[in-house]
T-cell receptor, first 116, second 110 residues
């Protein structure tokens, strides 16, 4: 297992287009998290899953954002009708539920989105 | 609103010195505390976690936690140029997602 994998690494899209990102967590990890990070800021929580259930969503996650984890393995994050303010690094992380509070998360390399 | 506050820096120290990074948090219910290191253009990497009051040492790194003061710090001894990065403080309660500070940029000069 090579850690948390995110695809694509970079995405440039025109304003108004839809984009979808994929995250493959560490195989035995049942928790999966999405964060967004802009320049000079720390990661901002978007949502997280335990297995296939979406347990928490941030107020940052507007109705243009949707995340899924259909079989409790990989996850997708879709942004509809992209805006320039959506330009950011989108980070995925995973953990074991019993370890999350004590041992933190493992992050993927991120997907950098640029909306032009 | 749960908040994690860090001085954005930059904090500049000479090689071999001790770097001291500080973090305060607003939620008294916070139970676990983490320090991540993030190099420019890379994703965060976990370097330390602590959940009991006091000090925890791991090599050149020491995390310090004071729950009464809602304060957590990271000391880096014998700082090296390779330690130059942004250090992110993160906290959570059991069952909730990590909340991150904005990070402190550390610059170690040789």
């Amino acid at each position: 297992d090579t850690g948390v994998s995110q695809n694509p690494r970079h995405k440039i899209t025109k304003r108004g287009q839809n984009v979808t990102f994929r995250c493959d967590p560490i195989s035995e990890h049942n928790r999966l998290y999405w964060y967004r990070q802009t320049l000079g800021q720390g990661p901002e929580f978007l949502t997280y899953f335990q297995n296939e259930a979406q347990l928490e969503k941030s107020r940052l996650l507007s109705d243009r954002f949707s995340a899924e984890r259909p079989k409790g393995s990989f996850s997708t994050l879709e942004i509809q009708r992209t805006e320039q303010g959506d330009s950011a690094m989108y980070l995925c992380a995973s953990s074991l539920d019993r370890a999350a509070s004590n041992y933190g998360y493992t992050f993927g390399s991120g997907t950098r989105l640029t909306v032009v | 609103q749960k908040e994690v506050e860090q001085n954005s820096g930059p904090l500049s120290v000479p090689e071999g010195a001790i770097a001291s990074l500080n973090c305060t948090y607003s939620d008294r219910g916070s139970q676990s505390f983490f320090w991540y290191r993030q190099y420019s253009g890379k994703s965060p990497e976990l370097i330390m976690f602590i959940y009991s009051n006091g000090d925890k040492e791991d090599g050149r790194f020491t995390a310090q936690l004071n729950k009464a003061s809602q304060y957590v710090s990271l000391l880096i001894r014998d700082s090296q140029p390779s330690d130059s990065a942004t250090y992110l403080c993160a906290v959570n309660q059991a069952g909730t997602a990590l909340i991150f500070g904005k990070g402190t940029t550390l610059s170690v000069s040789s």
